[in-house]
Nanobody, 121 residues
Framework: QVQPVESGGGSVQAGGSLRLSCAVS????????MGWFRQAPGKEREGVAA???????SYADSVKGRFTISKDNANNTLYLQMNSLKPEDTAMYYC???????????????WGQGTQVTVSS
């Protein structure tokens, strides 16, 4: 069974950094298209960053230049490095995986439980 598991969330002041991790069991990361999504209370889930099997990446305009998605195929782990965090980045962050290139669309088949990121001003 494919199950993404996120870690690394927490509370940070504006301007700070956090790194999220996502481990996926069952298959190697090189098999999947993967993405990071976030959902704030009362808002729809939105795509933050995505990475294809060949390593090419996509980012939401709101995080370009601040967030970096990467994957370590050897350790089967996906990362999201978040720098220059803003209060509006506060949300539950989810890792997603699929065999289809959904990129920033929230149509992935496999989802983690989420990890909370809170940025205070």
């Amino acid at each position: 069974q494919v199950q993404p598991v996120e870690s690394g969330g927490g509370s940070v002041q504006a301007g700070g950094s956090l790194r999220l991790s996502c481990a996926v069991s069952g298959y190697t990361h090189n098999t999947f298209y993967m993405g990071w999504f976030r959902q704030a209370p009362g808002k729809e889930r939105e795509g933050v960053a995505a990475i294809d099997r060949d390593g090419s990446t996509s980012y939401a305009d709101s995080v370009k230049g601040r967030f970096t998605i990467s994957k370590d195929n050897a350790n089967n782990t996906l990362y999201l490095q978040m720098n220059s965090l803003k209060p509006e980045d506060t949300a539950m962050y989810y890792c997603a995986a699929d065999f289809v290139a959904w990129r920033l669309l929230p149509r992935y088949t496999y989802w983690g439980q989420g990890t909370q990121v809170t940025v205070s001003s």
